[in-house]
């Protein structure tokens, strides 16, 4: 299992980096996460979907105020099989950012997929 933020808040405090105890103590802050969705998206390059998507899920927990963060998550979702999640958050971000076209377009590419593809 991957560690979400969550998971990350209920570690021991021993068992956390100290880089992890900084983003814990500032979260949630509009600057934190984008080291994160870099690091998703060269997980998302060599096709390492799982390890993708935790770091999209940690990104956006540090700063949800950030939503391409919950749209790259959805995208590696997608990648690894997972439609109904991938859309769940899309329309959660739409909801909130209704001309986010980044969101949109994934949206629109996956509707017109049926399950499985």
Known sequence: MTA?????????????????????ALRPDRRLGYDRDQLGGYFMDREAYALAESQ??????????????KVHQAWARSRMGDREGAL??????????PNHAEA??????????????
Not at 88 to 97: P, Y
Not at 104 to 117: D, K, N, Q, T
């Open 4 to 24: 979400s933020g969550t998971e990350m808040t209920r570690r021991r405090k021993s068992e956390l980096t100290p880089e992890e105890e900084r983003e814990n």
């Open 56 to 69: 999209f899920r940690r990104a956006s927990w540090l700063n949800p105020y950030e939503p391409k963060f």
């Open 88 to 97: 769940q958050l899309l329309d959660d971000v739409l909801r909130d950012h």
């Open 104 to 117: 949109a377009e994934l949206r629109r590419r996956l509707v017109g997929h049926p399950a499985g593809s």
